[in-house]
């Protein structure tokens, strides 16, 4: 059974840092698209980064230079390193396959991120 | 980007009734090589995560009610939920993954 297993969240003042781990079993984490989607409070879905099974990697531009999305196939983890957090990254995260033909079929269970002082 | 937009923004019907939900992408999402549009739709419940209902715009993911049908191509898609039931309340989105940024519309809410 595919699970997807999310830790990291948590309050953390503006300007700093947090990483963001979702843990996989069922299948490799390196032959699959990964991706995080997070979600403002009572706002809609948004597309934040992907890693491609290659390692390739895409980023919203919201994110792009403070957000790292990188995965450890020994541990078969993926992970979402942010830095320079703002206020507007307050959001549910969460991560997600990816397959090319069935979009983002299988979802972890969101963490909450906290930008605040 | 392509900027998906639903219409309605929500929208109440009564049990036992269809709700209708429109997406529309601002370029299309079809795929010539096979004849596919690439949209895909969610649903929501509160306080979970997502789930997806349809791939490929109108393929119906495992354990989806046959109440639930999805349908359109290029840049028009249309839910449809018959026989509504109350465990159908939940905000619903579409999403194209034709192209990265893999875009969202905003969400339906669907209320009894």
């Known amino acids: 059974e595919v699970q997807l297993v999310q830790s990291g969240g948590g309050l953390i003042q503006p300007g700093g840092s947090l990483r963001l781990t979702c843990a996989v079993s069922g299948f490799p984490v390196s032959s699959n698209y990964m991706t995080w989607v997070r979600q403002a409070p009572g706002k809609g879905l948004e597309w934040v980064s992907m890693i491609y099974s290659g390692g390739s990697t895409h980023y919203a531009d919201s994110v792009k230079g403070r957000f790292t999305i990188s995965r450890d196939n020994s541990k078969n983890t993926l992970y979402l390193q942010m830095n320079s957090l703002r206020s507007e990254d307050t959001a549910v995260y969460y991560c997600a396959t990816f397959r090319l033909i069935v979009a983002f079929d299988k979802w972890g269970q969101g963490t909450l991120v906290t930008v605040s002082s | 980007d392509i900027v998906m937009t639903q219409s309605p923004d929500s929208l109440a019907v009564s049990l036992g009734e269809t709700a209708t939900i429109n997406c529309k992408s601002s370029e299309s999402v079809f795929f010539s090589s096979n004849n596919k549009s690439y949209l895909a739709w969610y649903q929501q419940k509160a306080g979970q995560p997502p789930k997806l209902l349809f791939y490929?715009?109108?393929t119906r993911e495992s354990g989806v009610p046959d109440r639930f049908s999805g349908s359109g191509s290029g840049t028009d898609f249309t839910l449809t939920i018959s026989r509504l039931q109350a465990e159908d309340v939940a905000v619903y989105y579409c999403q194209q993954y034709y192209l990265t940024p893999q875009t969202f519309g905003q969400g339906t809410k669907v209320e009894i």
């Open positions: 490929l715009a109108s």
